[in-house]
């Protein structure tokens, strides 16, 4: 609660008007000394109307400052503060670039709805006829969002709103009381294992795209982890690689969020041959390139630090082209539908059905929430649980 250490002012705004005929002012109340600078802070509103309206309304501010029901400055609008919030972020390094990016694209869906409106007149009723609108398709793009997309918006606005609050310019998040929609995101598929291992028998290791599908059906790996893997993190006298770097989409070779997601996996035969096929594969195409270069241009080298999935000039291939890779290829694989991380989802559910213990599934798969692991786990057993209920249920 703050403390008003003054009688507060009101202070003309149209200077070039007697005091009589000024219709615009702003509202000044002392809330003590600033203990960095010596200065008094001073909360302050603007108010519309004459001189004596103006004392009036002051007296009242004096009141809703005390009470805690008007905080701080007022003039930012939500998109002013959303963009130095973010900023914050950034210079703090609080979260990784692709987060920032992330968040930055949904602050800028909330503002095609909210973002000149004054940040303390946000209420929870705005935020609710947003999430509605959106999912009927007003948005930047025209097309519908999904309940789930809506959803992270609404997580991502709550801590627009829970630093202000901090700050001390809302008394309340309005965030708290709105109503944001139910998640809808489709249940992960996992590949009959039929088609799986047809599949696999149909990847080419030597095709940079087919060794980078391979590696994701036979390791789990994830795609950003398959982007990020070189040649010296692969141990073919052990047989093991040691996924400890991910490439994010704006192409920065970074460690996996967690320390669950850095781990040594071994290799099957099937995975160990088709990678030394693709190291061989790729040395003969860096010397085909290396052949036309000219001296000035620089020659193609492999070694420890080369991607095991590059591009053409030997090149780190960013998550996004292995996805668009996959897209234009599942068709052909008989497979319409299925997304990448879908074949890091049937090689877990493989192993569930396999009957891998969930705290080894969950190590394979570099997951820091058992949670996950669990909800594979659970669901591919429930089959197994049913048919035993069922084979007791005779016995009766």
Not at 143 to 150: A, E, I, P, Q
Request: proline content about 5%; charged content about 30%.
């Amino acid at each position: 609660m703050a403390k008003v250490t003054g009688e507060g002012s009101v202070v003309q705004l149209e200077r070039d008007k007697p005091r009589g005929r000024c219709r615009r002012w702003q509202l000044r109340v002392p809330v003590g000394m600033d203990p960095r600078t010596g200065k008094y802070k001073t909360r302050t509103h603007r108010f519309e109307g004459n001189y004596t309206q103006a004392k009036a309304a002051l007296r009242d501010f004096i009141e809703e400052v005390e009470e805690d029901r008007v905080l701080g400055r007022t003039d930012y609008t939500f998109e002013s503060y959303s963009d130095r919030y973010l900023e914050q972020r950034r210079l703090r390094k609080e979260v990784a670039e692709t987060t920032q990016q992330r968040q930055r694209c949904q602050i800028q869906a909330v503002c095609h709805h909210l973002g000149k409106v004054r940040l303390e007149q946000v209420t929870p009723s705005m935020l609710d006829d947003m999430y509605i609108a959106m999912m009927r398709g007003d948005t930047l793009s025209g097309k519908r969002s999904s309940g789930s997309y809506v959803n992270q918006i609404h997580d991502n606005i709550t801590l627009v709103f829970e630093a202000a609050k901090r700050e001390g310019l809302i008394a309340e998040n309005p965030c708290d009381k709105a109503t944001p929609p139910k998640m809808d995101t489709k249940p992960k598929k996992a590949i009959d294992p039929a088609k799986a291992r047809e599949l696999i028998e149909s990847l080419d290791p030597t095709d940079p795209r087919e060794c980078a599908f391979l590696l994701a059906i036979t390791m789990g790996l994830r795609r950003g982890e398959i982007c990020g893997l070189s040649w010296g993190d692969v141990d073919f006298d052990r047989r093991i690689v040691d996924v400890s770097h991910s490439l994010d989409v704006m192409g920065n070779l970074k460690e996996p969020k967690t320390r669950a997601g850095i781990r040594l996996l071994p290799l099957s035969e099937r995975t160990l041959d088709a990678l030394r096929r693709a190291k061989e594969a790729q040395a003969a195409q860096f010397a085909k390139t290396n052949s036309f270069r000219k001296p000035w241009e620089g020659y193609l080298v492999q070694d420890e630090n080369t991607p095991v999935i590059a591009g053409h000039y030997g090149e780190r291939v960013t998550p996004t082209t292995m996805s668009r890779w996959w897209t234009l290829a599942r068709d052909g694989y008989g497979l319409p539908g299925f997304t990448l991380h879908e074949l890091r989802h049937t090689y877990l559910t493989l192993l569930a059905e396999s009957g891998v213990h969930p705290k080894v599934m969950q190590e394979l798969a570099g997951h820091s929430n058992s949670q996950i692991t669990m909800d594979i786990y659970t669901h591919v057993n429930l089959e197994a649980k049913r048919e035993a209920v069922d084979a007791v249920s005779k016995m009766f």
